[in-house]
């Protein structure tokens, strides 16, 4: 092994000093350095029996950079995306479910902050929502919802 070059361990540690990274993440990126067959799956052990590799603390990661800006289905894709067990990407959707509403309307308020003024742009904010993971129902709330908005307050 070269002293010049950082351990398996080392190069984890310094991937997981920027932000939390999964088990699975860790290992798609590390493997290209695994000298010997076996030694990247030690080291993640060991990293992960003393605390520094944790499932729970992504899923956490992810929700709190990424749930103000992201619907729940663009959140399930990155978490699905980082090799975490299935029913802790359920359990964190779930989890999201009831503030959908509220947060597509907050994203869309600070891409537009008025209401479409024909179909053209009613199609554009649809399609804004829709590529950030909100579902459908939703969208359709937002967009018509702020026109509905406006008409009751002009009443």
Known sequence: MAFDQPSLKGRALRLLSGREHSRTELERKLSKFEEESGSLAVALDDLQAKGFI??????????NRRAGKLGAQRIR?????KGLDPQAVSDAVASLRGSELARA????????GAPAQDAAEVTRQMRFLAARGFAGDTIR????????DEIACDD
Not at 54 to 63: F, N, P, T, Y
Not at 141 to 148: H, N
């Open 77 to 81: 894709q990155e978490l699905q995306a």
């Open 54 to 63: 944790s499932d729970q603390r992504v899923v956490e990661s992810v929700l």
């Open 141 to 148: 709330r937002v967009v018509k919802g702020v026109a509905d």
């Open 105 to 112: 309307q907050e994203v869309w308020r600070k891409k537009f």
